[in-house]
C-alpha cells in the first residue's frame, strides 16, 4: 500500500461514454502525475500537477481532461475513446515536482474500450 | 523524449542466482530510479540514486550509475521466485522533475 488509491481499478467504456478516474493521497504531495502503460509499450507520461497548476501536458489527445481541484485529488476525464487507447492508467504522487525524490504510485485503473 | 533503455527486455534465472539489469538514458539527469512492477498492477519504488553518487546498496539490490556512459545497472543478489517481475529505470531531467520510464526488463526467477 503506497497511500495512493485509484478508482475504479477496472472500467470498460464504450467509445460515446464520458467516464472519469480518480486517484486521492494524503500524503501531503504537491505533485501528481498521470501515466499511461500500454502493452510492450514503456509508460508514456500524460499529465503533471504540481501545486494545483499543471505544468505538463505531454501532447495528449483533447479526448483526456484532466483536473486536480486540490493537491490530493486528481482526475482523468474520458469522452469519445478509442480502442487503441485500451491501456493500464496510473496515477503517481511526489512532494514536489523537481525535487529528486522518488514517486509513489497507484494500483492502476485497467481500462478497456469497447 | 528522454528515455531509458533497459537490456535485457527478458530474463530467466534460477533461484539463488543473480540477476543484472542494465538502464541507459540519454541526456543529463538529476537522478536515475528503478521501480518494480508485479503483473497489471502499481510501480513500487526500489532506489533512487543522485547523479553525484556512483552506488548504492539496499538490502539485495546494488545500483550502480556511471554518468559519464549515460548508464546505470541493478543488481539483485540471491533471487527468490518472489523477485519475479518487470522492472523499470526511470529517470528525473533536470528540466522540471519528470520521470521518465524505459521499457523494462521482465525478470523470471524460476524456484
Not at chain 1, 11 to 23: E, I
Amino acid at each position: 500500500e503506497t497511500g495512493v488509491t485509484q478508482t475504479p481499478r477496472h472500467l470498460v467504456m464504450g467509445m460515446t461514454n464520458k467516464k472519469s478516474l480518480k486517484c486521492e493521497q494524503h500524503l501531503g504531495h504537491n505533485a501528481m502525475y498521470w501515466y499511461k502503460q500500454s502493452a510492450k509499450k514503456p509508460l508514456e507520461l500524460m499529465f503533471v500537477y504540481n501545486f494545483k497548476e499543471q505544468t505538463e501536458n505531454n501532447s495528449v489527445p483533447s479526448r483526456f481532461s484532466p483536473e486536480c481541484p486540490n493537491s490530493s485529488h486528481l482526475f482523468l476525464h474520458l469522452h469519445t475513446l478509442q480502442p487503441e487507447d485500451s491501456a493500464l492508467y496510473l496515477c503517481a504522487s511526489s512532494p514536489g515536482q523537481g525535487l529528486n525524490t522518488e514517486a509513489f504510485f497507484g494500483q492502476g485503473t485497467r481500462l478497456t474500450v469497447v | 523524449s528522454q528515455q531509458g533503455e533497459e537490456d535485457p527486455q527478458a530474463l530467466s534465472i534460477q533461484e539463488g542466482e543473480n540477476a543484472t539489469m542494465n538502464c541507459s538514458y540519454k541526456t543529463s539527469i538529476n537522478n536515475l530510479q528503478w521501480y518494480r512492477q508485479n503483473s497489471g498492477r502499481g510501480l513500487v519504488h526500489l532506489i533512487l540514486i543522485r547523479s553525484n553518487e556512483r552506488e548504492k546498496h539496499s538490502g539485495r539490490l546494488r545500483v550502480t550509475l556511471d554518468t559519464s556512459k549515460k548508464s546505470s545497472s541493478l543488481l539483485i543478489t540471491a533471487s527468490r521466485a518472489a523477485d519475479t517481475a518487470s522492472y523499470f529505470c526511470a529517470t528525473d531531467d533536470n528540466q522540471g522533475g519528470k520521470l521518465i520510464f524505459g521499457q523494462g526488463t521482465e525478470l523470471s526467477v524460476k524456484p
